[in-house]
């Protein structure tokens, strides 16, 4: 069964330095997404992502995060200058194929020190 | 936007027991999902179910999406069962966001 895959599934960083996270959306899907959860709550909307270009973006998603598709096969998520309170669990998601349905990563959980 | 309130917030059970979980959101949706996540923090897809009733295995799932809810039910419980479930409303296309609610956190003594 195809499957979301995110890498690396853990990272520590010291608060000021720049992290990618990386994801491997379903091959056929077209949109993408990334999510965020800070331990013991909801699970927040970041960014949507279709045609190379942002199509939705919440308002945790300020100027310090970015994406990218730079190729056919990766998502990318980075934050340039990170701080302790963007520790969480990201999660990437992809939809396609005629069908609403979201298949997720496994997640990547990140912490900042 | 879109609200998405699930209940009860916390359930603790004895395993063997059955549990019913539900969802409620306030506007049309296009799509709804079920996710159990597990103690690794991982997102398990269980239900892709914006109308209707499926099963599988323990677990069964109906959205009635004219009354705008759907209801998780846990059959037989084990312990393996423990730990959040989500539910999450898409509201138009593919292209569109999928909002989760806050979550049941269950937990299944032994």
């Known amino acids: 069964e195809p499957e979301v895959t995110q890498t690396p599934s853990h990272q520590v960083t010291q608060m000021g330095q720049e992290v990618i996270l990386r994801c491997v959306p379903i091959?056929?899907?077209?949109?993408f997404y990334w999510y965020r959860q800070i331990l013991g709550q909801k699970v927040e909307f970041l960014v949507s992502?279709?045609?190379?270009?942002?199509?939705?973006k919440s308002e945790i998603f300020d100027d310090q995060f970015s994406v990218e598709r730079p190729d056919g096969s990766n998502f990318t998520l980075k934050i340039r200058s990170t701080k302790l309170e963007d520790s969480a669990m990201y999660f990437c998601?992809?939809?396609?194929?005629?069908?609403?349905?979201?298949?997720f990563g496994q997640g990547t959980r990140l912490t900042v020190v | 936007g879109i609200q998405v309130e699930q209940s009860p917030p916390d359930l603790i059970l004895q395993e063997g027991a059955n549990s019913t979980l539900r969802c409620n959101f306030s506007?049309?949706?296009?799509?709804l999902q079920w996710f159990h996540q597990n103690p690794w923090g991982q997102l398990i897809n269980l239900f892709y179910?914006?109308?209707g009733t499926k099963q599988n295995g323990r677990l069964s799932a109906t959205t009635v999406a004219t009354e705008r809810y759907s209801l998780l039910y846990i059959s037989s419980s084990q312990t393996t069962d423990s730990g959040v479930y989500f539910c999450?409303?898409?509201?138009?296309?593919?292209?569109?966001?999928?909002?989760f609610g806050s979550g049941t956190r269950l937990s299944i003594r032994p």
């Open positions: 998601a992809s939809t396609g194929g005629g069908r609403t349905e979201a298949f």
């Open positions: 091959s056929n899907h077209l949109y």
């Open positions: 992502f279709y045609n190379n270009e942002i199509s939705e």
């Open positions: 506007d049309s949706v296009n799509n």
């Open positions: 179910i914006p109308s």
């Open positions: 999450a409303v898409v509201r138009g296309s593919s292209a569109s966001k999928i909002i």
